[in-house]
């Protein structure tokens, strides 16, 4: 897939390492629609990323908010061919605490965001490209996930994280097979540890003390790797149905 003459559309792409990927993405000429729940940051970044960049606020959870995002691609870009997954959320709980249960919503709603979210951004975003016409090597767009370490190594306090993000991972390989016919590709990051406001809320010394678990490279990851690492696997059609660790060596212990 040529970037320079593609539109991506980047779920929660407003922080993290989807802003890194949008701002990797649109240095190589790509058009983005950056999707995200954060209006604020969301039109912050596109004003900033300029014309080829465009804001549609709203959850991954919602049908019409993300159809919108996906026609705002066509509409002012004139298709999609990329989607990016990014939004998410890492809300902790144990199973058993002083206050009884897990509350079941709580575990819903991670998986709701994290995984069915994940499944709606792909299933909106297949059916834009389904459109395409192909390219010359027959590819009509490409699906990058992101799920997380904690889909093999869920950590203590981790459960609804860690089978939402095992969950992206089982439907890569499915997904990929299912969308194989239109040239569709799908391919899952699973990052490790990687320094994003989703971990800038911990004291400093919890940040220290989580990168020296990394063997090599013993520090927390930069977006930009991240983002390296989506534009590699946007540019290489033989990448597909593959779930990609990015995580140092990292294996994580039980907390
Ligand atoms: N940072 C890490 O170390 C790390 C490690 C493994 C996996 N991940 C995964 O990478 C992804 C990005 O994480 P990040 O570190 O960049 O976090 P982040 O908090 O910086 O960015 C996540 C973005 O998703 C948006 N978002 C949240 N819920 C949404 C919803 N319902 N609809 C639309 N947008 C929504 C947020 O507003 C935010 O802009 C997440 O799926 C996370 O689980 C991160």
């Known amino acids: 897939m040529k970037l320079s003459s593609a539109t991506a559309l980047i779920a929660g792409g407003a922080s993290g390492l989807g802003e890194a990927t949008a701002r990797r993405l649109a240095s190589c000429g790509a058009n983005v629609v950056l999707f995200d729940l954060n209006v604020e940051r969301g039109q912050g970044l596109a004003a900033e990323l300029g014309p080829g960049v465009r804001f549609a606020g709203g959850s991954v959870t919602e049908e019409e908010a993300v159809l919108a995002a996906v026609e705002r691609a066509q509409t002012d870009f004139g298709g999609l061919r990329i989607a990016v997954n990014c939004a998410g959320i890492a809300t902790p709980g144990r199973i058993l605490s002083r206050f009884g249960p897990l509350p079941l919503d709580q575990f819903a709603r991670v998986v709701e965001i994290n995984l069915v979210g994940t499944f709606n951004v792909l299933r909106l975003a297949a059916a834009a490209m389904q459109r395409n016409e192909p390219d010359e090597q027959g590819e009509r767009g490409i699906i990058l996930n992101t799920a997380s370490i904690a889909a093999y190594e869920g950590q203590v306090g981790q459960v609804a994280y860690a089978a939402s993000k095992g969950g992206i991972v089982s439907m890569t ?24 406001p989703l971990l800038a809320g911990l004291p400093e010394a919890a940040r220290q003390s989580l990168a020296q678990q990394i063997p090599f490279p013993s520090r927390l990851g930069m977006g930009e790797e ?30």
């Open 173 to 196: 390989l499915a997904a990929a097979r299912d969308l194989a016919q239109w040239g569709i590709r799908v391919v899952t990051i699973a990052p490790g540890l990687f320094d994003t």
């Open 226 to 255: 991240f983002a390296a690492l989506a534009e590699h696997i946007i540019a290489n059609p033989m990448l597909n149905g593959e779930v990609i660790r990015l995580d140092g060596a990292l294996r994580m212990g039980p907390r």
